[in-house]
């Protein structure tokens, strides 16, 4: 829980990196989160006619800035800019490469985004 909230902390800090660990925690404990509100909006009858919850989707909203900023550092991490993202325009393949990316290992020691994360731990 505390890589969720260190992400939510650092919601507009696009700069810098962001290790592994800190990456796949947010998403974990995000799909979590999604799963949960998910199950609230059936309980409650809180969805719309194409499936999608109210809490869902305000969720959504709310973590889309911070999910984003930690893709960005993540990238960073592994010494590639932001730019990689207009890959994800690519269906499957251009996911699948971003999902390797986040998979990957850091950069060891410095490099042209900042320290290396797993050294300021």
Known sequence: MDWYLKVLKNYIGFG???RRKEYWMFVLVNG???VVLA???KMFGWE???GEGMLTSIYGVLIFLPGLAVLFRRLHDTD????WLLILLIP???WLVIFIFTCQSGVSGEN???ADPKLNA
């Open 32 to 34: 979590i989160f999604t």
């Open 112 to 114: 042209r985004f900042g």
């Open 16 to 18: 810098g990196r962001a």
């Open 39 to 41: 199950v609230l909006d």
């Open 80 to 83: 590639r800019t932001a730019w």
């Open 48 to 50: 719309g006619t194409a």
């Open 92 to 94: 499957i393949i251009g």
